[in-house]
Antibody, heavy 121, light 107 residues
């Protein structure tokens, strides 16, 4: 079955970077785009960007363009997101999610379990 | 950016009650809308995609409708396991945007 297994929680200091992973299984990794989503305050959701594992092509939300870097390792079916210059505003849960299409309609069908990032000195 | 206005922010329903949650887009999203359920401490689970298509394995008491800028999720007969947060996602235009969420509780 399809699974997106994300790395564990991270406690980082302000100004540091964090790199989290999303390991896919149960399907052909390069066939589906992976998106990243931020969930703050237990509820509000923001789209960060996506990466196409086949081509490595990316598309970022302008808000996160200077903050997030998305990469993949096809050999291990793993997507990565690095978040840099962290501040307290970056404390949140970060999800990866798989993109699906029905006709011309985009949605996410599977989500990882989330990575809780806490930024604190 | 497309703004997704979701209402109500919270809702309390009795067992067996039928409830509706709305999402209004700031522009036409051409049925490019999905609904998710999120239980406390868990990741979101897909309920509805393409505005009205039920995801495999989701109980038939969940249904979606709408077009253009107005969409709704209906639960026909609230069950205890339906407690949680619900939100919509528009997949029409980047940046993708989400509704602000609805907290659904048992009365």
């Amino acid at each position: 079955q399809v699974k997106l297994l994300q790395s564990g929680a991270a406690l980082v200091k302000p100004g540091d970077s964090v790199k989290m992973s999303c390991k896919a299984s149960g399907y052909t990794f390069t066939d589906y785009i992976i998106h990243w989503v931020k969930q703050s305050h237990g509820k509000s959701l923001e789209w960060i960007g996506y990466i196409n594992p086949y081509s490595g092509g990316t598309n970022y939300n302008e808000k996160f363009k200077s903050k997030a870097t998305l990469t993949v390792d096809k050999s291990s079916s793993t997507a990565y997101m690095e978040f840099s210059r962290l501040t307290s505003e970056d404390s949140a849960i970060y999800y990866c999610a798989r993109e699906r299409w029905y006709l011309l309609l985009r949605y996410f069908d599977y989500w990882g379990q989330g990575v809780m990032v806490t930024v604190s000195s | 950016d497309i703004q997704m206005t979701q209402s109500p922010a919270s809702l309390s329903a009795s067992l067996g009650e039928t409830i509706s949650i709305e999402c209004r887009a700031s522009e036409d999203i051409y049925s490019n809308l999905a609904w998710y359920q999120q239980k406390s401490g868990k990741s979101p689970q897909l309920l509805i995609y393409a505005a009205n298509r039920l995801q495999d394995g989701v109980p038939s008491r969940f249904s979606g409708s709408g077009s253009g800028t107005q969409y709704s999720l209906k639960i026909s007969g609230m069950q205890p396991e339906d407690e949680g947060d619900y939100f919509c996602l528009q997949g029409s235009k980047f940046p993708l945007t989400f509704g602000s969420g609805t907290k659904l509780e048992i009365k």
